[in-house]
């Protein structure tokens, strides 16, 4: 079975497999499911932030990161990032490094507020996740299709030499299209401003994960998930558009 059909194979489950979440379970049960998915997601950056600063502990920081979204999902994000400022402060002060203080406070602030995002998306409109579940995979479809077939001029070399301005050129466009359509058939017709605004900053999402994994000299984030690497790499773009849809919904209401 070679790469692609793989990946094909393994993103349709867990496409299907999100938007059955999405539809049938209730808030705090999607939300639950988030947090998990959040302790993965920051296994995950202190697995790669460990190459660089030792004795993170990426299990025990796994754990925190489930903590962290609970607090910040289901009380307050007061005490989300308290508790993530107390969690890094515990590991820093055993090296009495600085660097490690960072390190810890970003790896924890990074998924946990942004992959977080989407249970709150969820409990502002469930079908606004639908629509942001087609902007993201459409624009990472034609973004593949389209530069692997008309790809000519390197977007960001040092960061992920495969792609192209064509291919974002691509991407941006499917996302839109697709978006733009799905919002309009689920009646939802605010939503073209954050879809567009989405069709842009997912692929800094990418690029956004993909400097922290060169930085220590990894391609993928792990192996988790057959063809596609780790939940990280699986939804770096998703994440980054939810925040932007997040905050246009929060805005709006204000």
């Not at 291919?167 to 689920?186: D, K, M, N, P």
């Not at 998930?225 to 209401?253: C, E, M, N, T, W």
Request: with cysteine; charged share 15%; proline share 3%.
């Amino acid at each position: 079975m070679n790469d692609l059909l793989i990946r094909t194979v393994s993103g349709i489950i867990l496409a299907v497999v999100a938007v059955v979440a999405v539809i049938y379970l209730p808030v705090w049960t999607f939300k639950l499911l988030i947090a998990v998915l959040t302790g993965i997601g920051t296994w995950e950056v202190f697995h790669l932030l460990e190459k660089k600063y030792r004795n993170l502990f990426p299990v025990l920081s796994g754990m925190a990161g489930f903590i962290s979204s609970l607090f910040l999902l289901f009380i307050s994000p007061y005490l989300s990032l308290f508790s993530i400022f107390l969690y890094s402060f515990f590991i820093a002060h055993r090296k009495y490094s600085i660097e490690s203080l960072t390190a810890s406070v970003f790896g924890l602030v990074y998924p946990v507020f942004f992959i977080s995002s989407l249970g709150f998306l969820l409990e502002e409109n469930r079908y606004l996740l639908l629509v942001l579940f087609a902007t993201v995979w459409a624009g990472d479809t034609f973004a593949y299709f389209v530069g692997k077939s008309f790809g000519r001029h390197k977007f960001a070399p040092k960061l992920s030499p495969k792609k192209t301005w064509e291919g974002a050129i691509g991407g941006f466009l499917g996302a839109v299209v697709c978006g733009t359509l799905v919002s309009f058939y689920l009646g939802i017709k605010d939503a073209v401003i954050p879809v567009t605004a989405a069709g842009i900053l997912m692929q800094t999402g990418d690029l956004f994960e993909s400097f922290i994994k060169r930085q220590v000299g990894e391609k993928d984030s792990s192996h988790l998930i057959p063809g596609h690497g780790g939940i990280l790499d699986r939804i770096d773009a998703l994440i980054f558009a939810s925040v932007v849809f997040l905050i246009f919904y929060q805005i709006k209401s204000i």
